[in-house]
């Protein structure tokens, strides 16, 4: 049984930084890449970054390329999101997902789902 668990979330002023984790867990979740999407109030579910099963690619959406940074840690099972230069927009629910090799289209079909951690960004 393929397990994500969010963490990390909280409340950021504007301009702050914080850094999300997705701790891993079940014997297949190797075999998948892995990416974080975010959900703000009222909208629809947006792709935020992906990293590629082995770690070599990565792909960002434009609305945080260069202020966001996704890695992994094999050893550990763990994905993270380094967020850099929030702003109010970058609200949200963050969510951790695994899935078929990136880049992915805006319909893609993840085979796991976190169930989200809440950064807020103050300004």
């Known amino acids: 049984q393929v397990q994500l668990v969010e963490s990390g979330g909280g409340l950021v002023q504007a301009g702050g930084s914080l850094r999300l984790s997705c701790a891993t867990s079940g014997r297949t979740v190797s075999a998948y890449a892995k990416g974080w999407f975010r959900q703000a109030p009222g909208k629809e579910r947006e792709f935020v970054a992906a990293?590629?099963?082995?770690?070599?690619?990565?792909h960002y959406a434009d609305y945080v390329k260069g202020r966001f940074t996704i890695s992994r840690d094999s050893a550990k099972n763990s994905v993270y999101l380094q967020m850099t230069s929030l702003k109010p927009e970058d609200t949200a629910v963050y969510y951790c997902?695994?899935?078929?090799?990136?880049?992915?289209?805006?319909?893609?079909?993840?085979?796991?789902w976190g169930k989200g951690t809440l950064v807020t960004v103050s300004s």
């Open positions: 997902a695994a899935g078929p090799p990136p880049p992915w289209p805006k319909d893609v079909a993840m085979a796991y």
């Open positions: 990293i590629s099963r082995s770690g070599i690619s990565t």
